[in-house]
Nanobody
């Protein structure tokens, strides 16, 4: 059974940091590209960051460049999203995604709330 389980979300003050984790199982993790997405009510899910299966290349949405860092540990079947200098506009449910060709898997999401 394919599973992606996100953790690490919560409430943080503006300027603070959080580290999200996504633990994967049930598929060959190292062969899949991974992404972090976020969604707020009434809006489409948007790509935050993406990392290729080899782990050497990442891409970020303009809104998070310089603040967020995505990484993966293929030995632990886990991806991370280090989020620094958080803003209220970063408030959303964050989802982990694994994709390869026609295959795409999603986690259940973790809430991140940035508020004073």
């Amino acid at each position: 059974e394919v599973q992606l389980v996100e953790s690490g979300g919560g409430l943080v003050q503006p300027g603070g940091s959080l580290r999200l984790s996504c633990a994967a199982s049930g598929f060959t993790f190292s062969s899949y590209h991974m992404g972090w997405y976020r969604q707020v009510p009434g809006k489409e899910r948007e790509l935050v960051a993406h990392i290729f299966s080899g782990g050497g290349s990442t891409n970020y949405a303009d809104s998070v460049k310089g603040r967020f860092t995505m990484s993966r540990d293929n030995a632990k079947n886990t991806v991370y999203l280090q989020m620094n200098s958080l803003k209220p506009a970063d408030t959303a449910v964050y989802y982990c995604n694994a994709f390869r060709g026609i295959f795409s898997f999603w986690g259940q999401g973790t809430q991140v709330t940035v508020s004073s």
